[in-house]
């Protein structure tokens, strides 16, 4: 199994990756463009700031990894589903830095190049709008929600807690058919990947969820993967919906407990 932690350095440089921005720029609220530039290639993203920002401050940031369908280019595709789509419904209960970048056309979250542009976009937001590193967070949905598993072990220590949702450690026989994709750099199928994985994650908090009709990507293996964190003593909490299909996402944004329990935990 790989494990880069190269790719989890604090990003020290941010100038090298933060598009110059003036002072005006930073005080304005809401769903901001941004753009980040990386290897000659350059990544448009998008940064939730609440209304009530103030650089006064220091911020908890969430890092959102969205699904298979919002993947491209525009930078604002994946800005309507899952966690930003709870937060356009209800602002109010997300006092918090959002950062949403948007994994390229073809390629897959677990890959090395799209990770390095996640933290990449995390890095410049949390220096822009005065992140809190202690209180950095990770969630994402379907391909993200795998995707927060796999970033979760590469950065050991770097999140406060994570989210994982519709996802699992191992990419399902009818994902890997119908997006050949994402066999890049993914978990093999067998036990010690669960084990790996609870090893990297250690006490870092986590709260699963899935839908119990997910004919996406099977229940079972958030079943599975909760029950070998469990056993290895993590500080897990697994919520399964009765009934859902692949959109568990929905219903786990607007959870009541949700937002306050993560915004609790620090490093």
């Not at 993947?71 to 209960?93: H, N």
Request: aromatic share 10%.
């Amino acid at each position: 199994m790989r494990f880069s932690p190269s790719l989890c350095i604090s990003f020290v440089a941010v100038s090298t990756v933060l598009a110059s921005c003036d002072s005006a720029r930073t005080q304005k609220t809401g769903f901001l463009d941004r753009s980040l530039s990386l290897h000659g290639t350059t990544y448009k993203y998008q940064v939730f700031v609440p209304e009530n920002w103030s650089p006064k401050q220091s911020w908890p940031v969430i890092l959102f990894l969205h699904g298979v369908d919002e993947r491209g280019s525009d930078g604002r595709r994946q800005s309507g589903v899952g966690l930003p789509r709870a937060i356009r419904e209800d602002r109010s209960r997300f006092p918090t830095i959002v950062v949403i970048p948007q994994c390229l056309a073809d390629h897959w979250w677990s890959e090395p190049g799209m990770e390095e542009m996640a933290l990449g976009a995390l890095a410049a937001a949390t220096e822009e709008f005065h992140g809190d590193a202690k209180r950095t967070y990770l969630t994402g949905l379907s391909m993200g929600g795998y995707g927060s598993w796999v970033l979760a072990t590469q950065c050991p220590g770097k999140f406060a807690a994570i989210v994982p949702i519709g996802g699992w450690i191992i990419v399902p026989k009818r994902v890997l058919e119908a997006y050949p994709e994402s066999a890049r750099n993914s978990l093999p199928d067998n036990s010690k990947s669960g084990d790996y994985v609870a090893a990297k994650i250690g006490k870092t908090p986590v709260w699963i969820f899935h839908g119990s009709a997910d004919n996406v990507v099977p229940v079972e293996g958030s079943r599975k993967i909760y029950g070998v964190l469990k056993a290895a003593g993590a500080n897990v909490r697994y919520t399964e919906y009765l009934g859902a299909g692949h959109n568990s996402w929905d219903k786990a944004y607007a959870e009541p407990e949700l937002m306050p329990w993560l915004l609790s935990k620090s490093l």
